[in-house]
């Protein structure tokens, strides 16, 4: 298997910090969410398969006890959110103020598309000796 299960070795990427979500671009155009929680990395594909804006510029959601499937991160604009651990959708943030002006356009502009889907989600994982990072697909 790819270097012992581990998934394709990727370079040129900096790790997200404690708390926050980052986004990684590679060859072709291929963007992921990373994000870090409590020193455990997570991904799923960069773009919202819902409205197609920049996940990594959402929220990530590690603590709220009102979502399951932790941790989760909510799209910017039509905040919907997906579990970083599985990519499963799930239920939307509640914004108010400009921000929910625009998440209630988002909706409603993108209602007749496929409003359940899942996004990819990928597993990181760092060796402790080298500092190398590998991700592969769930």
Request: net charge neutral; aromatic share 8%.
């Amino acid at each position: 298997s790819l270097n012992n299960g581990r998934g394709q070795e990727i370079t040129g990427v900096t790790l997200p910090s404690p708390g926050t979500i980052k986004g990684w671009e590679f060859g072709d155009k291929k963007v992921m969410a990373c994000a870090n929680v409590d020193g455990q990395f997570y991904a799923v594909q960069g773009d919202c398969p819902r409205c197609g804006f920049d996940l990594w510029r959402g929220d990530l959601i590690s603590d709220d006890p009102a979502f399951e499937d932790l941790p989760r991160v909510a799209c910017p604009t039509c905040s919907v959110t997906f579990s970083m651990r599985s990519g499963l959708y799930g239920p939307s943030i509640k914004r108010t103020g400009l921000a929910g002006f625009v998440s209630g356009l988002a909706k409603t502009a993108t209602a007749n598309q496929a409003s359940q889907r899942n996004c990819d989600a990928f597993l990181i994982s760092v060796d402790s000796d080298t500092e190398r990072v590998y991700c592969r697909k769930k």
